[in-house]
């Protein structure tokens, strides 16, 4: 931990004090919701801090300041989307630069660069980010950025963040880490050279599926000036509500995890016994390919398990339609469970880019709900999906 606001306290502690004083008026231990857009001044240009809401709200302020605790940063942002913050970093780039960029990223983190970015004059090439001297063949002069997730979405693929930051920095690039699907629980780039450390709190931060948000944190007080007067100056900032929201998932991030990740992998060790299963992909499986690096970076593997269903599209399609207490629905991270057909739902902007997803892969975001209920229904599911798609081409 690298917080020397609090150096003296773990990551539980933190996520429920960090940036999170009782208000000094009144005593209230939450912080409030400050639904104000604008602040009373005594004379012009005197005042306690904040001027008009874009520019700062003090309960944004309050889970900035969270934020960077617990991801072990100087300082943090917030913004209105997970997007919005993805964009913000790219005002850091010019007509002209290049930008790394994961084959399996985030489809919105592609659609950004590939339909906005490029058109404006950014170049971007895809590898794979799992492979260090890929990337360091990959670097142009011109490179900026290396941007990886890791775990990636769909694949959970794993990428080594201290070796890509020292193959980045040899080549003049800053590392983005969007660690969204690990949460700071799990895993803190920025202690492993990540430069800036990108989520979307919409996720696990949020952890309620009630708050759409993003974040950026990191330690060079000079980036922070530029983001800062980008997040001001581009104005894509969250409300004080949705703050709020994001402060009190916060506070149970790191017991949520906790059970996520038990059922993850009790999930994923099921899926990996079913005759209707191909292929498990989850790195806290011990042969996965991703397991050694990420059991390095990663205090622990998180919810998100995906697999191929036996029987391709048609079975993966019956499959997400038929379990009950996994919602066919996109996003993930919240304390409930879902299921989602990437290449037709969530990664469905990849067609014809020359990474399209596998038909017949399915997602879970594997929720905190009793394990044992939740196998049950992925058991009956496979059952229904891969029997029914079996029948219909016989
Ligand atoms: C959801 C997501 C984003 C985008 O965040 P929004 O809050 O939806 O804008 C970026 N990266 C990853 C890995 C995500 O899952």
Request: hydrophobic content about 40%; glycine content about 10%.
């Amino acid at each position: 931990m690298h917080d020397d606001r609090e150096p003296q306290y773990q990551f539980e502690t933190r996520a429920i004090h960090a940036g999170q004083e009782p208000d000094p008026e009144t005593g209230a231990v939450i912080v409030p919701i400050y639904q104000t857009s604008t602040y009373r001044q005594e004379a012009v240009g005197v005042h306690k801090g904040y001027e008009y809401s874009r520019t700062g709200n003090p309960t944004r302020a309050a889970l900035e300041t969270a934020l960077a605790s617990l991801e072990g940063g100087a300082w943090g942002l917030a913004y209105a989307s997970g997007l919005a913050a993805t964009a913000n970093v790219m005002y850091l780039l010019r007509p002209g630069d290049h930008v790394l960029l994961s084959d399996d990223a985030y489809g919105g983190t592609y659609r950004l660069v590939d339909k906005v970015l490029q058109p404006w004059g950014l170049t971007y090439t895809q590898v794979d980010l799992t492979d260090p001297a890929r990337v360091r063949e990959a670097l142009k002069p011109e490179t900026k950025l290396v941007w990886v997730e890791t775990p990636t979405n769909p694949y959970l693929k794993i990428a080594p963040i201290a070796e890509l930051a020292e193959v980045a920095h040899g080549g003049g690039a800053r590392l983005v880490v969007d660690n969204t699907f690990a949460s700071p629980y799990l895993q803190q780039p920025l202690a492993h050279g990540a430069d800036i450390v990108l989520h979307s709190t919409t996720k696990y931060i949020g952890g309620h599926s009630d708050v759409v948000g993003g974040a950026l944190v990191g330690n060079d007080p000079a980036v922070r000036e530029i983001l800062a007067f980008h997040q001001n100056a581009v104005g894509a900032v969250p409300g004080p509500q949705d703050c709020f929201l994001l402060l009190r998932g916060l506070k149970t991030l790191a017991v949520r995890m906790e059970r996520h990740s038990a059922n993850g992998r009790a999930v994923a060790e099921f899926l990996r016994g079913q005759d209707a299963v191909e292929r498990v992909y989850y790195p806290g499986l011990p042969d996965d390919p991703g397991h050694a690096v990420a059991a390095r970076q990663m205090r622990d593997f998180a919810g998100m398990v995906s697999f191929t269903a036996r029987g391709g599209l048609e079975a993966a399609k019956r499959v997400v339609a038929s379990t009950k207490l996994f919602f066919l629905a996109e996003s993930l991270g919240g304390v409930e469970s879902l299921i989602e057909h990437p290449g037709l739902m969530t990664h469905a902007s990849l067609a014809g880019s020359g990474f399209e997803i596998d038909p017949g892969l399915i997602r879970l975001s594997v929720g905190i709900e009793h394990v044992d209920d939740l196998i049950a229904d992925l058991r009956q599911a496979l059952t229904a999906g891969v029997l029914e798609a079996a029948a219909i081409r016989d």
